[in-house]
């Protein structure tokens, strides 16, 4: 089985998909993907030639990056052009609409659970602003709020035991989801 090779930005994105998620996607086929953290953004991107020219030829790749501002397809883009240029033209890109935190308030029942706010959920659900969370630009600043002295690392493992990937509104979320998971039942062939 070739292996799968996940490059995020910063260590709260590998917590969260490597403690969490993807064992409770993939259970014990998680411990045949990696998760390779990097220091921000800049040096993911410095480092993608490097990483991707280090693997075997038959080794998958998916390179989680956060949207923040940046236009979504150019971003990709740019991705992409530094994966050809390390002659891996077939990574899948994957762009996190607007950050980490846009996913966890893609499940509001998660963040109650983390919060022990009974009632929370419910009554985000109600306002306008977190009914679509991939339009939260500032959703660091939101969890701020709902969970007093949240950082992104305890951030991950308060709220990553929580989350359900399939109650999870984010389609972010959903699309990274469903390309690991196409990438996964590619291994297995």
């Given at each position: 089985?070739?292996?799968?090779?996940?490059?995020v930005e910063?260590?709260s994105?590998q917590i969260?998909?490597?403690?969490?998620?993807?064992?409770?996607?993939?259970?014990?086929?998680?411990?045949?993907?990696?998760v390779?953290?990097?220091?921000?953004k800049?040096d993911?991107?410095?480092?993608i030639?490097s990483?991707?020219?280090?693997w075997?030829?038959?080794?998958?790749?998916v390179?989680?990056?956060?949207k923040?501002?940046a236009d979504?397809?150019?971003?990709?883009?740019?991705?992409?052009?530094?994966c050809?240029?390390?002659?891996?033209?077939?990574?899948?890109?994957r762009?996190?609409?607007?950050?980490l935190?846009?996913?966890?308030?893609?499940?509001?029942?998660a963040?109650?659970?983390a919060?022990?706010?009974k009632?929370?959920?419910?009554?985000?659900?109600?306002?306008?602003?977190y009914?679509?969370p991939?339009?939260?630009?500032?959703a660091?600043?939101e969890l701020?709020?709902?969970m007093?002295g949240?950082?992104?690392?305890?951030?991950a493992?308060?709220i990553?035991p929580?989350?359900?990937?399939?109650?999870?509104r984010?389609?972010?979320?959903?699309?990274?989801?469903?390309?690991v998971?196409?990438?996964?039942?590619?291994?297995?062939v």
């Amino acid at each position: 089985m070739p292996p799968l090779v996940i490059l995020v930005e910063e260590e709260s994105m590998q917590i969260f998909l490597q403690e969490f998620l993807l064992p409770k996607v993939f259970g014990e086929a998680a411990l045949g993907m990696t998760v390779l953290r990097h220091r921000g953004k800049t040096d993911l991107r410095h480092q993608i030639p490097s990483r991707l020219k280090g693997w075997p030829p038959e080794t998958r790749f998916v390179i989680v990056h956060d949207k923040d501002q940046a236009d979504c397809r150019a971003l990709k883009a740019s991705l992409l052009d530094l994966c050809r240029a390390a002659d891996r033209p077939n990574v899948l890109v994957r762009i996190v609409c607007h950050e980490l935190e846009s996913w966890y308030l893609g499940d509001l029942d998660a963040v109650e659970q983390a919060t022990q706010r009974k009632g929370l959920a419910e009554a985000l659900r109600r306002r306008e602003k977190y009914r679509d969370p991939d339009a939260r630009a500032n959703a660091k600043q939101e969890l701020q709020e709902l969970m007093p002295g949240y950082k992104a690392r305890s951030g991950a493992r308060d709220i990553g035991p929580y989350m359900d990937p399939q109650r999870n509104r984010s389609h972010s979320f959903q699309v990274f989801l469903r390309g690991v998971q196409a990438l996964a039942a590619e291994r297995r062939v």
